[in-house]
């Protein structure tokens, strides 16, 4: 009976980190959908380029933060360390590299609407840049906590593995 108390705030804690990781999942999910969106719509040409411009260079690239998604997503039922650093390692290149990549490219464009208040491309009748710049804070925001949940849950599971080796 004591070893299930004792045991019972990791199960608790592993409760709560998978929890705010799926929930970051969904929002992670939700960019991802947005920038897919404005991707599809802009080489179809769905709507007018007046509407939706073409996606910055750095989009292109972020569409492959699904993977880090969906190894996260695999690597939670079953608490499978190997998914779980694969996501970790594959959010660092396909979601991180892309937002840092994308801040660098849109800095002069955004430089010009500052300065001179004049804006070339446009999403629904707002600056694309300051669009995209939304964009990226509130992604580099949701692959940060992702991330630091996903190693508190790593370091977790690591310290039980390693109980159930020294019993």
Known sequence: MKNKLRMAPQYQMNASLKS??????VVHFLIWLLVAAQVTVSHFNIVSQD?????YQWEYPYLLSIFPLLFSSLSLPK?????LVLSMISAGLF???PLIYGG???FPVAKQLFRQGKAFRFIFGC???TAA???IVVAAQVHGWQLYYMKKLLDSWFDA???KKNK
């Open 20 to 25: 705010e990781i799926r929930k970051l999942n």
């Open 127 to 129: 600056s694309a840049v």
């Open 133 to 135: 710049y939304i964009v």
């Open 104 to 106: 660098m490219e849109m």
């Open 79 to 83: 608490n499978n360390i190997s998914y």
């Open 51 to 55: 509407t939706v411009s073409m996606p």
């Open 161 to 163: 593995t390693q109980e």
């Open 95 to 97: 979601s991180f590299a």
